[in-house]
């Protein structure tokens, strides 16, 4: 089996979506299967469905053999990079310098609405007591 160096990203794969130019995913592992649609048993229809996406799935529900699976090993031009699509959030930690600025600005724009709220509600209670 080659030593595989390169590794694809869903977006790279999802870029060779036609006839001539085939790439499919299973297992993690990007094949370049341009030149086997003419071979393939169950015929070109079904890789050229499956192309530029990851197949596993499909692959692994039509039961293929043992020797389709070590043929596959001449087409492997890579693998799927497993960095996640979304990149991560950050987490704000009460140690974090900027949370703690992030938490007094919060509390800076709540002080308004909630002076507001209390005047208010002495503004009413004032009215009240001088209807009674």
Known sequence: MPTIEKLYSMKE???HNLADDCWIVVNGKVYDVTSYLDDHPGGADVL???TGKDATEEFEDAGHSKDARNQMKDYCIGELDPTPLIPEMKV???DDPFSSSFTSKTAEFWAIPAATLIGVSIVVAII?????
């Open 13 to 15: 794969v999802a870029e």
């Open 48 to 50: 050229i469905a499956a």
């Open 92 to 94: 704000f930690r009460k």
């Open 128 to 132: 009240y007591a001088r209807k009674k």
